[in-house]
């Protein structure tokens, strides 16, 4: 008996599939899944490859209750520029949750994880951020860097935007394409003490190794949410700050015990333990507290979770259909 499967390209993705409230409260529900404890997601699979200045991560999680769960796999090369190839691509396999048969194939070159992950960037700041936030500040020009404050605006509208790149120059385009997308005023910043000063969400979006975030730079009523660091030698925070921070919020507290910024606060000492740490799924539930005053400091570590990826993938399935995109083979 055959069986149709949905192949789909990244094109055909971007036409159906946007960084809308839709996605980002989807994410918020896989989060809140995964506070429950029913959901199976095994440690991130992650390959080196030295010889080729490569990394290979595969993620992966069963949600139940959904029709199909994803295995993504993402590889990173990163001499690809130099051959005029990007150095990020992939693909998301979406099977039943049934009977492990393929539904879809995504070949998104990364796509639906950009989505993802700059949804996640959302729901930390619709539950961690103070209500009235009037400057979103970004660290980072890349394509998190844009997405992070598009999906945060979603969230908490904000009056202006500040944006910090080593690069000036692509400080200033970035600030200039997002005044026009947002309809809000945003500039470059020229020093990011400046802009964590004027901010009351922040948004680090760099792969740093040595930190871009002082814990000098402090003050009360700060949100920040770090997603930049999710290998073991990123680290995108002075790790004081999760000394000092209220509250610290985890995607998955052993995958950031691992490899974000909660992997340095630890490995330094500055951090005894994980006993305050708490994870997103739970303060999306209320099972555990985030921000309990409009003073507080709160730090949300995000590493990019397997239940994000099924999240993502069986939406996509959804708009895809609805849409008659992709191509039906049958195998």
């Known amino acids: 008996m055959a069986h149709e499967i949905k192949l789909v390209t990244e094109a055909e993705l971007r036409r159906t599939v946007h960084l809308d409230l839709e996605v980002i409260d989807c994410v918020e529900e896989a989060f809140a899944k995964l506070a429950t404890g029913k959901v199976v997601m095994p440690p991130v699979l992650s390959m080196?490859?030295?010889?080729?200045?490569?990394?290979?991560?595969?993620?992966?999680?069963?949600?139940?209750?959904?029709?199909?769960?994803?295995?993504?796999?993402?590889?990173g090369f990163f001499n690809n520029p130099s051959l005029g190839l990007p150095s990020l691509n992939g693909l998301m396999v979406l099977l039943s949750s049934t009977t492990g048969l393929v539904d879809a194939v995504f070949l998104d070159n990364g796509y639906l994880t950009d989505v993802r992950t700059a949804a996640a960037g959302a729901v930390s700041a619709r539950h961690l951020a103070r209500q009235d936030v009037d400057t979103i500040?970004?660290?980072?020009?890349?394509?998190?860097?844009?997405?992070?404050?598009?999906a945060a605006a979603k969230v908490r509208p904000a009056a202006r935007a500040l944006i910090w790149g080593r690069d000036g120059d692509k400080a200033g385009l970035l600030a200039a394409e997002m005044k026009t997308t947002l309809g809000i005023d945003v500039a470059a910043c020229p020093e990011p003490a400046d802009l964590v000063a004027q901010s009351q969400l922040v948004i680090t979006t760099t792969p740093a190794r040595d930190p871009v975030l002082s814990a000098d730079w402090l003050h009360p009523g700060l949100h920040i949410t770090a997603m930049g660091s999710d290998q073991?030698?990123?680290?995108?925070?002075?790790?004081?700050?999760?000394?000092?921070?209220?509250?610290?919020?985890?995607?998955r507290i052993s995958q950031c015990e691992k490899m974000g910024e909660l992997r340095s606060a630890l490995e330094t000492g500055l951090l005894a333990g994980t006993g305050n740490v708490r994870e997103l799924g739970d303060v999306i539930s209320g099972a555990s507290a985030g921000r309990q005053s409009d003073d507080d400091i709160t730090v949300c570590d995000l590493t990019g979770t397997g239940v994000q990826d099924t999240a993502i993938a069986t939406l996509a399935l959804g708009k895809v259909r609805r849409a008659n995109a992709g191509t039906t083979v049958l195998a």
């Open 48 to 75: 080196a490859l030295p010889e080729a200045n490569a990394e290979v991560d595969v993620k992966t999680a069963y949600v139940p209750g959904l029709e199909g769960f994803a295995l993504k796999v993402s590889p």
């Open 232 to 251: 073991e030698d990123k680290n995108e925070l002075d790790p004081k700050i999760l000394a000092v921070a209220d509250a610290i919020i985890c995607d």
């Open 137 to 150: 500040g970004i660290l980072g020009t890349g394509v998190q860097a844009k997405l992070q404050l598009i």
